[in-house]
C-alpha cells in the first residue's frame, strides 16, 4: 500500500525508527573507526617506544649480530612475538626474526620515523614502522589482528542493540505520537459530529497555544462563518416561501374563481387550466422548501408517538393502487403485523406516499413494485423496490441533493427534485437512515430503517 494511504501515526513512527536507525548507523561506523584510529595509534606509539629501548640497548651493549639470542635478548621478543627487520647500509641483513626471513615476507620501506605503514602477510595485516640510528635501520612490526578482533566484537555489539534500540524506539515513538495525535484525534471526532442541524457546537478549545490550538481556533472561525452563512441561506429561503405562499394562494384561488363563474371563452379555458397547474406546482415546491429550511434551521417540529406502519403502509398503498393500475402496475407487499415504532405518523406518511410514488412513477407499466417491512432490534427495516431502467450510476451518489432530477428512467416524469430530499431529512431527525441500496439496468430498491 502507498505511504500516503498509511494514517499519520504511522508515517511518524516509521519516519523516526528511519532516522533513529540512520543515526544508529553512523554513530556505529563512527565509533568503528575512531577505535581503529585510536588502537593504531596506541599500537605505533609502542612500536616507537620498542624501537628507542632497541637502539639505546644497542649502543650500550657491544653487540654480535650473528648471536640470535643476544639480538633477541636485546629486544625481548619471546614476549613481544614482533616482525623485525635489522639492516646495515647499504643493505646489509644483519638479523631477521623467524617470521621474516621467508622470501617473501614483507619489506617495509623508510618512510620518516614519525609516519607507520601496514603490509598484508599471511592472509593478516602487519604494521611495520622503520627507524635509522646512524647506518643501523630497524624494522619493527606487529600483528593487527587483536585489533581486527576488537573493532569486530564492536560492530557485533552494535548489530544485536541496534534491533532492540529500535524496538524501544518503536514503542516509544508510537506512545509519542500518540500522545501528541490525541487533539487531532479530539479535533477529527468533534468535527464529524458537527452537521447542518448542529453548527452551533464548536472544538473544544486547548489550553496550549501551540499548532493544534491555532488550527481550534481557526476551525471554530471558520464553522462561526459556516453557521452565519447557512443561517443566511435557511432564513431566505424560510422567509422566501412564507412570502410566496400567500400570493400563490391567492392566485389559485382566483383562477379556481374564474374557472367556476364560466365567463371565458374556449381559448381562454386551457390557459386558466395551465396556469391552475403550474399555480399548484409553485405552491407544492414552496411547500417543500419551507419543510427544508425548517428542517435544516432544526425547527422543524415532529409528534413522536406510538405508530403502528403496518397499518400506515397499506393504507399509503390503498391511496395509490389507482395510480399503480392505470399502468398495470403490480404492488407486492410482505410484512408481519403490529410494527410499532415511535415517530411522527404525518411525516413518515409523507415519506411513504414519496417513496412509493417514485416507484410507480419511474416504472415501466406493467412492472412490479415490491414492498416489505421487517423488525431489526428496535427499528423496522423498510425496503421499497421497482422494475424500471434503475438510476446509473453516475447519478446514484446525487439524488438526495435537492433538485436533482434524473431524466434517465422516464423522459417526462413529473417531480421537482425535492421528493428525496425531504424524506432523507425527515428520516435523518427521526435518529434513522434513507439509502439506494441497489440501482442497476432493471431493479432500484430503497432502504429505509
Avoid at 639492516?87 to 626471513?101: E, F, I
Avoid at 635509522?132 to 593487527?144: A, H, I, Y
Avoid at 505520537?177 to 452537521?195: D, K, M, V
Avoid at 371565458?264 to 379555458?269: H, K, V
Amino acid at each position: 500500500m502507498p505511504m500516503h494511504f498509511w494514517s499519520l501515526r504511522t508515517r511518524l513512527l516509521l519516519w523516526t525508527a528511519t532516522v533513529v536507525a540512520a543515526a544508529l548507523i553512523v554513530f556505529g561506523a563512527g565509533s568503528a573507526w575512531n577505535l581503529r584510529n585510536r588502537i593504531l595509534a596506541l599500537v605505533d606509539r609502542n612500536l616507537r617506544a620498542e624501537a628507542e629501548d632497541f637502539f639505546d640497548s644497542a649502543e650500550a651493549n657491544k653487540v654480535d649480530w650473528s648471536d640470535r639470542k643476544q639480538v633477541e635478548y636485546l629486544l625481548d621478543l619471546p614476549r613481544s612475538r614482533r616482525y623485525v627487520l635489522v639492516t646495515r647500509d647499504p643493505k646489509v641483513q644483519l638479523y631477521a626474526s623467524a617470521n621474516m626471513s621467508a622470501p617473501d615476507s614483507p619489506r617495509p620501506v623508510e618512510l620518516g620515523e614519525e609516519k607507520a605503514q601496514t603490509l598484508t602477510f599471511g592472509g593478516e595485516q602487519i604494521r611495520f614502522i622503520v627507524r635509522r640510528e646512524n647506518d643501523l635501520v630497524l624494522s619493527l612490526g606487529t600483528t593487527l589482528s587483536n585489533m581486527h578482533g576488537i573493532v569486530h566484537s564492536l560492530l557485533i555489539s552494535y548489530a544485536v542493540a541496534l534491533p532492540i534500540v529500535l524496538l524501544v524506539i518503536g514503542f516509544g515513538g508510537w506512545w509519542i505520537a500518540r500522545q501528541a495525535l490525541a487533539p487531532l484525534e479530539t479535533i477529527i471526532n468533534r468535527a464529524q459530529s458537527i452537521t447542518s442541524s448542529k453548527l452551533d457546537e464548536r472544538l473544544p478549545t486547548p489550553r496550549t497555544k501551540d499548532e493544534i490550538g491555532r488550527l481550534t481556533l481557526v476551525l471554530n472561525t471558520m464553522f462561526d462563518r459556516l453557521e452565519s452563512s447557512f443561517r443566511q441561506v435557511a432564513q431566505f429561503t424560510s422567509d422566501a416561501s412564507h412570502e410566496l405562499k400567500t400570493p400563490l394562494s391567492i392566485m389559485r384561488a382566483e383562477i379556481e374563481r374564474a374557472l367556476e363563474s364560466g365567463k371565458f371563452n374556449d381559448e381562454q379555458e386551457p390557459v386558466l387550466l395551465s396556469l391552475l397547474e403550474e399555480a399548484a406546482h409553485l405552491s407544492k415546491i414552496t411547500s417543500n422548501l419551507l419543510i427544508l429550511s425548517q428542517a435544516d434551521a432544526g425547527r422543524l417540529e415532529l409528534e413522536f408517538r406510538s405508530v403502528d406502519l403496518s397499518l400506515l403502509a397499506a393504507d399509503v398503498i390503498e391511496d395509490m393502487e389507482i395510480v399503480a393500475e392505470a399502468r398495470e402496475i403490480r404492488i407486492e407487499t410482505s410484512w408481519p403485523a403490529g410494527l410499532t415504532v415511535k415517530a411522527d405518523p404525518h411525516r413518515v406518511r409523507q415519506v411513504f406516499l414519496n417513496l412509493l410514488d417514485n416507484a410507480i412513477k419511474y416504472n415501466h407499466d406493467g412492472g412490479t413494485v415490491k414492498w416489505t417491512m421487517q423488525p431489526s432490534g428496535a427499528s423496522v427495516v423498510v425496503t421499497v423496490a421497482n422494475t424500471g431502467r434503475g438510476i446509473p450510476n453516475a447519478h446514484a451518489p446525487q439524488i438526495f441533493r435537492r433538485f436533482f432530477r434524473s431524466n434517465h428512467s422516464v423522459e417526462k416524469a413529473e417531480g421537482y427534485g425535492l421528493g428525496l430530499s425531504i424524506c432523507h431529512e425527515i428520516v435523518r431527525m427521526h435518529g434513522g437512515s434513507l439509502e439506494l441500496a441497489t440501482a442497476n439496468e432493471e431493479w432500484t430498491e430503497f432502504r429505509l430503517s
